[in-house]
């Protein structure tokens, strides 16, 4: 009787447990501006809308076309910070610049920048949905 109950209690907790997805492995970070400015908005991924909204910051990089102009030429002022990180690696950088009707942006390690196909209101809407 003492090792059914035992193994029952263990398939009921293993079965819990196998629910469970690792928020952790997906986490978003938007800050304003660049450097140590105020953070707008930190989501992982414990929710399916908190995954599907993470999921639609990273389309702001997605199919961009890389700009042929000198990094120099980029906002002295960005306005935002996007960070991306998946399952616990280091995260992916882009500093956003709301230009006008364009999203531009370029990766911290790279000096190539991009245009998104994303627009300027996308990403006022994504950024400024409800957290709950």
Known sequence: MKRTLCALCAFII??????CAVPDSLQLDVSQGYGLHT??????????KSR?????FASLTEDA???????????YYP???????RDGSRGQT????????????HYLDEDQLYRSKMTPEDLKNL?????R
């Open 52 to 56: 599907q909204r993470i999921e639609g």
């Open 94 to 105: 882009a500093v956003v610049d709301i230009n006008g009707d364009y999203v531009d942006f």
């Open 65 to 75: 076309q890389p700009l042929e102009k000198d990094i120099s030429l980029f906002a």
């Open 39 to 48: 953070k707008l908005l930190h989501l992982n991924a414990s929710t399916e």
């Open 14 to 19: 293993l079965t819990a447990l196998s629910g």
């Open 127 to 131: 950024l400024h949905q409800p957290t």
């Open 79 to 85: 306005d935002l910070t996007v960070t991306i990180t």
